[in-house]
């Protein structure tokens, strides 16, 4: 046996007693939380904002190509998700990143540092259309990876009785992960919609999701939860 066949064996373990079942899908106590499904991870943003970094977006047209077509499939997941979730009276939680202040002088350090400000109204902070809150749901707004860190969703999720939280969104090794994370030690029973989140490639999502799947959360794809959804 390897060292990597053994850790995958160890964490399969752990994993088969803590995150061995989905998590119940009562909706009195449970949520689901969007994180970041943002015009930003849109080809559009990418086009106007890649020029600012020095990037030839001409030069990169196959690779704009790819993750259009990867995100797009992913934000088709949140949707039908969120749509099936509303339908049975599982309340969403929508998140993005977003500053207080006009010239996002409240954005946290790491966010600072990789240019990553992000006004109100600016491009790249409106929600996508067929992901966007409607009226009478949770909007939260954050300067940072983590939604414990940068919002006060916690309070609210025990305010709502919530002990069962879903997982969508962007980046599955960043935002998502971090608040992940977070969500399992706080007591939630946690669970990540494997192909409804993603991050700036495929490769960088699988890795993050062994960090994660089965260890602070379980993860099923989004077939197997609407047909969960649709059997409430």
Do not use: W
Request: hydrophobic share 40%; glycine share 8%; proline share 4%.
């Amino acid at each position: 046996m390897t060292l990597n066949e053994f850790a995958a064996q160890y964490y399969g373990g752990l994993g088969a007693k803590v995150y061995a079942d989905p998590i119940r899908l009562d909706p009195k106590e449970t949520a689901l939380v969007l994180i970041d499904v943002q015009d930003c991870l849109t080809r559009e943003y990418f086009e106007y904002a890649l020029p600012y970094m020095g990037i030839d977006v001409h030069s990169i047209k196959d690779v704009l190509d790819e993750l259009h077509l990867y995100v797009s499939d992913v934000i088709t997941n949140i949707e039908k998700i969120l749509n099936a979730c509303r339908e049975k009276g599982i309340r969403p939680i929508h998140v993005k990143i977003e500053s207080l202040l006009p010239d996002a002088a409240d954005t946290g350090r790491l966010h600072k540092s990789a240019g990553m400000l992000t006004p109100p109204g600016a491009k790249g902070s409106l929600f996508i259309p067929q992901t966007a809150p409607i009226e009478g749901e949770i909007v939260l707004t954050k300067t940072c990876s983590g939604i414990h860190v940068g919002t006060q969703v916690d309070r609210i999720l025990r305010n709502l009785g919530v002990v069962n939280v879903l997982v969508v969104g962007f980046y599955t090794d960043q935002c998502v992960s971090t608040s992940v994370r977070d969500l399992s030690d706080l007591g939630y029973a946690t669970e990540v919609i494997e192909d409804a989140i993603g991050a700036l490639s495929k490769e960088r999502h699988d890795k993050a999701m062994q960090g994660i799947q089965r260890i602070y959360a379980h993860s099923e794809t989004t077939a197997q939860l609407l047909e969960r959804l649709n059997a409430l």
